[in-house]
């Protein structure tokens, strides 16, 4: 890994989707497909460099990209791949303006392979930076939003052919409501590219190094596999914190309002024997209670691994008896200004809580 | 009337309007608010062009704007007014031409009105022309399509400042599909803007004299009203033919799959005492049956008049025992070619009949 850019191997690939998983806190969409996708591509002679912002001009013209739609589509409805790259090319014809580099829409998820993709596609650089730090549900829940980057224009492209421009928006919700009724229109899923940024934008409303964090945490649990450690010792100096351990005992989901919702329970073994933890679920694990106390709240990352198999595990693929361990990761501090709580906090989720840092945890 | 270029006054406005009710075929809208606003404009030194598609340009690029979405909502959530030309200048930018004049993209109902505020507020001339003769529910229902032109760039623009440019689309009913969910997403009306298309493509797809058409038949209405003429008399010389005379007996109406269905039954009397016509409606009038014998089916037009008052009803002012004059006209030839019936024929509305022409209809 240089200083300033940065040649991914399909190992680095492997962590940072790995890593990816972890920041995706349940949600987000199972990145592996897209790994493989990129890793293909890798292995055919593709060149894919990572840079860091601050070798961005202040002028440059970047555009973010992501897959749009429910995780669960994406995983059934294959996408041809080059849906956010189409988008993209759009988005530049509708500017007249070429970019001179991807940016990662949400660095959590699937949607940590979608600019590599693009990258592949178009021959462009990724800047190591998103506006999450994690996975969210809505398109203006990030840190370019809240920092007052225009969410306008976007572009939609699905595997069909069709290509849709939001070319102005009153709000940054109504990007979302129209960007949503059109990618269910779609099909339930569909490239994204949105927003367009200047480099002094990304700099100083991005969430940096984002790649880097994903790659860390990816290789931190692949040694702590190899080694059989335990993986909240192998994530504490990347920030992890292990909020708790325990065994799946109750398990509610449903699918309503466009959301994957739900609730899991789990009963404490090891330090945590005779408690409980209950975690809510909107696509992402959204809060945790102890015994009937908060201790974590989204925007902070509440991240479910399988105890095992030291993985990440999708709120999907939880399932009763289970045995994992619950880490917590604090938010960046861009979502957690009183401006970024009102876009990402509890109540935006409709939780009548106040944002509580992550306390009480331990390693 | 000039020649070429055709200035309106108001009555003009109030024939124009009153033809496209006629034209409306029971759907389409009611011009009577888009009149209002036209004439106002009139009073406030608006001078409003039409000019005739010869005096089009082959290589001038023009383009057709209407309303999308259910008349009973532009009825009661009433535009601001200035949707469509929102929609106009975002294709303009888009393309990054200006239009030198603009189309009407369905003179049946209100959509008639719409490009002559359009005009209004661009300065430009409307062509006398468009592609359908009538009003049709679906946006690819028209000869412009029919003739090849393609359905994109199209632009959706609302009063709460969204707009929305489909820049590509797989087919003309992906068009239809991706306009239909983000017209209803923006409240269930939006302006459109599209086709976009050249002077030559105007004179070989569209409908001439549409305009003109619909001043006539206005003209002739509001002269058979003054002098207690029987309506279809008044017609007759315009194409209007007698299908049926008779009373409202029985009307079923509900709003199913984003169309206003329904079926009206006649009683008949005068000559035609003894038998009966029902009419099946999808937001228009579409096939006629009397004494179960079809009489008249779309792409032909079936408009029902007030018999009292010799104005055109629209599908949702019918009513139990209202009397009615029904009156056929047929449709351009445009809309009758083996292609034209794969598009707006009986079948395409999912009817199981073949097109027959206007037959057995009398004055």
Same mark, same amino acid.
């Given at each position: 890994?240089?200083?300033?850019?940065?040649?991914?191997?399909?190992?680095?690939?492997?962590?940072?989707?790995?890593?990816?998983?972890?920041?995706?806190?349940?949600?987000?969409? #199972?990145?592996?497909?897209?790994?493989?996708?990129?890793?293909?591509?890798?292995?055919?002679?593709?060149?894919?460099?990572?840079?860091?912002? $601050?070798?961005?001009?202040?002028?440059?013209?970047?555009? /973010?990209? +992501? #897959?749009?739609?429910?995780?669960?589509?994406? #995983?059934?409805?294959?996408?041809?791949?080059?849906? /956010?790259?189409?988008?993209?090319?759009?988005?530049?014809?509708?500017?007249?303006?070429?970019?001179?580099?991807?940016?990662?829409?949400?660095?959590?998820? +699937?949607? +940590?392979?979608?600019?590599?993709?693009?990258?592949?596609?178009?021959?462009?650089?990724?800047?190591?930076?998103?506006?999450?730090?994690?996975?969210?549900?809505?398109?203006?829940?990030?840190?370019?939003?809240?920092?007052?980057?225009?969410?306008?224009?976007?572009?939609?492209? $699905?595997?069909?052919?069709?290509?849709?421009?939001?070319?102005?928006? *009153?709000?940054?919700?109504?990007?979302?409501?129209?960007?949503?009724?059109?990618?269910?229109?779609?099909?339930? +899923?569909?490239?994204?590219?949105?927003?367009?940024?200047?480099?002094?934008?990304?700099?100083?409303?991005?969430?940096?190094?984002?790649?880097?964090?994903?790659?860390?945490?990816?290789?931190?649990?692949?040694?702590?596999?190899?080694?059989?450690?335990?993986?909240?010792?192998?994530?504490? =100096?990347?920030?992890?914190?292990?909020?708790?351990?325990?065994?799946?005992?109750?398990?509610?989901?449903?699918?309503?309002?466009?959301?994957?919702?739900?609730?899991?329970?789990?009963?404490?073994?090891?330090?945590?024997?005779? *408690?409980?933890?209950?975690?809510?679920?909107?696509?992402?694990?959204?809060?945790?209670?102890?015994?009937?106390?908060?201790?974590?709240?989204? =925007?902070?990352?509440?991240?479910?691994?399988?105890?095992?198999?030291?993985?990440?595990?999708?709120?999907?693929?939880?399932?009763?008896?289970?045995?994992?361990?619950?880490?917590?990761?604090?938010?960046?501090?861009?979502?957690?200004? =009183?401006?970024?709580?009102?876009?990402?906090?509890?109540?935006?989720?409709?939780?009548?809580?106040?944002?509580? =840092?992550?306390?009480?945890?331990?390693?």
């Amino acid at each position: 890994m240089s200083d300033r850019m940065w040649i991914l191997s399909k190992d680095d690939v492997d962590y940072i989707a790995l890593g990816a998983g972890v920041l995706g806190t349940g949600g987000g969409g #199972n990145p592996y497909l897209g790994k493989l996708m990129v890793q293909r591509a890798i292995d055919q002679g593709a060149r894919i460099a990572i840079m860091q912002p $601050d070798a961005v001009a202040d002028d440059d013209l970047l555009i /973010s990209v +992501s #897959n749009m739609g429910a995780p669960t589509v994406s #995983n059934e409805k294959l996408p041809s791949g080059d849906e /956010s790259s189409i988008a993209f090319r759009a988005l530049e014809r509708f500017l007249g303006e070429r970019a001179t580099a991807v940016v990662c829409g949400e660095i959590g998820g +699937s949607n +940590s392979m979608t600019p590599l993709r693009v990258a592949v596609d178009l021959g462009l650089p990724v800047v190591d930076a998103d506006p999450m730090g994690r996975a969210f549900p809505e398109l203006q829940m990030d840190t370019f939003n809240i920092g007052g980057v225009a969410t306008t224009p976007a572009a939609l492209a $699905d595997e069909k052919g069709n290509v849709v421009i939001l070319a102005q928006t *009153s709000t940054a919700l109504w990007t979302e409501r129209l960007g949503r009724v059109v990618t269910v229109e779609m099909g339930g +899923s569909a490239g994204l590219a949105m927003p367009v940024l200047r480099g002094s934008q990304l700099k100083a409303a991005g969430i940096w190094g984002s790649y880097s964090l994903a790659h860390r945490i990816g290789a931190a649990v692949r040694k702590a596999q190899r080694e059989k450690v335990r993986v909240e010792l192998a994530l504490a =100096p990347l920030g992890g914190m292990l909020l708790f351990r325990g065994k799946i005992v109750d398990l509610e989901r449903k699918t309503t309002g466009g959301f994957a919702r739900g609730l899991v329970e789990l009963q404490g073994f090891a330090a945590d024997a005779g *408690s409980r933890l209950r975690v809510a679920i909107q696509n992402e694990n959204l809060v945790a209670w102890r015994d009937d106390r908060v201790v974590a709240t989204v =925007p902070d990352l509440i991240c479910i691994l399988d105890d095992n198999s030291r993985e990440p595990v999708g709120t999907e693929l939880l399932r009763y008896g289970m045995r994992v361990c619950v880490l917590g990761f604090a938010a960046d501090s861009k979502l957690t200004t =009183p401006a970024g709580l009102v876009v990402v906090g509890p109540r935006a989720f409709g939780y009548d809580l106040e944002y509580r =840092p992550l306390a009480g945890a331990r390693i």
